[in-house]
């Protein structure tokens, strides 16, 4: 994404005081709006009058409600968004690791009943969903693990830190977990053209498995309002999410293999595994995304451009702003144009206090912040094709 300003749209803020740029900081954004971006924002009466329209009316009222969100996000001071990222972290810290603990308790537990239940059931429907449970906890021992080794990384071997561990680890296991899915689709598809077997149905199985649906519906739950705060527990979130669908399926397909046609416990296995492949090479995708570097959301990439367009007087215009994933969390690239007879240090102080301060934004690993002293030039950064 690329954006230029000139100059003397930028005058009505507050000037850096160039005698001491490094150690004077600059006036909060939230005091100016050099862009007048307040008259955009709907008040609620307004909001209220749009989602009564006969046609499109709430979908009018949808927008602007996000353009609302967006204007105060932009208006926001730098020093806010971070103060307010260390606040929620603060106070979701306890929620979050009972949230894990929680999961791997009852993972561990889950896991010992459903392998129970396919034992003595030795019924495919149910050896999908205890397979799944045996990998829920050795998913949560792996991120655990995987969390532990990237705190603790040797910047000396690794400069990058160890954010991309999470995202290679979910790589891996997913992997992993396809891979065995294949297994059971295969026995089922065999299952299915092999003679009928005998009676199949056990009750204590059954309701073993009902016992973790209605845990999972638990931690669904607990986890639904933390998602947002901890890509761990968003990862625990979908991971029950999909758990209350693969055992409520299996206990139907079953149950139904037992009591009604004897082709339903097969058919439910294959269906079990075929949708957990699924869902992991979904995710395998994703992931593979934040690696390769896929683009920050475009509402992130108007803020950083917002944030560096009003940062300085000093600043004429921003030439390009990039930010992208790597591994979890996003590297930002921004270059700005300054008068081409700016002093050194001064150039280099208002982009180190830009950088910082984009640094300081949730989500920023890294910030890099180009000088330049005017946008004719091809874009940095770029090898020629």
Known sequence: MSSSVSGSQLRDLSPVNTDDVENKPHKPESLSDPYTLRVGLKTDEELSQLRHRKKHGKSLELYHRRQNNLIHSLLKSMEDHSRESKLQEEA?????????????????????????????????????????????????????????????????????????????????????????????????????????PKDTFNLPSILAVAAALGVKILLFMYCHALRSKSSQVHILWEDHRNDIFINGFGILTAAGGGKLRWWLDPLGGLLIATGVIIAWLRTIYEQFGLLAGKSAPNEFIQLVTYKAMTFSTEVDKIDTVRAYHSGPEYFVEVDIVMNASTPLWKAHDISQQLQDKLEDLPNVERAFVHVDHETTHAPEHRKNV
């Open 92 to 196: 979701s810290r306890l929620s979050i690791k009972i949230a894990v603990w929680a999961s791997l308790v009852a993972n561990f537990s889950l896991c010992i009943i459903q392998l129970y239940a396919a034992i003595s059931s030795v019924s495919l429907a149910l050896i999908a969903t205890s397979i799944d449970a045996c990998f829920d906890f050795g998913s949560n021992l792996f991120l655990y693990f995987i969390n532990k080794k990237a705190d603790k990384m040797d910047v000396n071997k690794w400069p990058v830190g160890g954010a991309r561990l999470e995202t290679i680890g979910n790589i891996v296991y997913g992997s992993l977990m396809s891979s065995v899915n294949l297994v059971v689709v295969v026995e089922a598809v065999r299952a299915l053209l092999s003679s009928p």
